[in-house]
């Protein structure tokens, strides 16, 4: 069974630049999930989908960020402008539906490791 | 206080010592108990995942849970270099997942 593919693996940009991430979950996984881990912490959740809908997306910085999950599989996250503090490692996750059941799992994909200078 | 504490260490262990990391929670509501482990440069992968209070082993690792003090441990016996790593904490209430900040680990040959 394919993981969780995230791309691109690594990104280098300037502050006040956009930038997008593509990730894809694991086939039939209803939920997927956008984290942000910053060195040397545990990942903050940003934004949660059930399918195509957002449930959860009360800490992502609206201003700046904007995540799609246009046909409940494939989802970009877009930070625009970006600031020096957004660097970090983005991490999609995707378990198959926690509206089914209370006891899923979540499988994370490697990441994005965003370096902005 | 945050609802879920965990040691950052760093932990630096020789090779064969048994490992021991540890989590404190404070939502009695949270129901499932996850250890990841997060290499370098690598997402978190999953290595163990319980329910009840008590003892879960799977090979070298041991999870244990102990809902009435909400305290839940991982261990490790027989640490090799492979372990080295950062361990997370995770537990879930409902349909949200928390996560503890990482205890970075390294096992010296």
């Known amino acids: 069974e394919a993981g969780v593919a995230q791309s691109p693996r690594y990104k280098i940009i300037e502050k006040r630049q956009s930038v997008a991430f593509w990730c894809n979950p694991i086939?039939?996984?209803?939920?997927l999930y956008w984290y942000q881990q910053i060195l040397g912490q545990g990942p903050k959740l940003l934004i949660q989908?059930?399918?195509?809908?957002?449930?959860?997306d009360s800490q992502l910085p609206k201003d700046r960020f904007s995540a799609e999950r246009l046909k409940g599989v494939d989802s970009t996250l877009k930070i625009q402008p970006a600031k020096l503090e957004d660097s970090a490692v983005y991490l999609c996750a995707s378990s198959l539906d926690v509206r089914q059941a209370t006891n899923e799992k979540l499988f994370f994909g490697s990441g994005t490791q965003l370096s902005v200078l | 206080q945050k609802e879920v504490e965990q040691d950052p260490g760093p932990l630096s262990v020789p090779e064969g010592a048994i490992v021991s990391l540890n989590c404190t929670y404070s939502n009695s509501a949270f129901q499932y108990f996850m250890w990841y482990r997060q290499y370098s440069r690598k997402g978190p992968e999953l290595l163990m995942y319980?329910?009840?209070?008590g003892n879960k082993e799977d090979g070298r690792f041991t999870a244990q849970v102990d809902k009435s003090s909400k305290y839940i441990s991982l261990f490790i016996r027989d640490s090799q270099p492979s372990d080295s790593a950062t361990y997370l904490c995770a537990m879930t209430s409902g349909n949200q997942f928390y996560f503890g900040t990482g205890t970075s680990l390294t096992v010296i040959p």
């Open positions: 319980t329910y009840s209070s």
């Open positions: 989908f059930q399918n195509n809908g957002v449930v959860d």
């Open positions: 086939s039939g996984h209803a939920t």
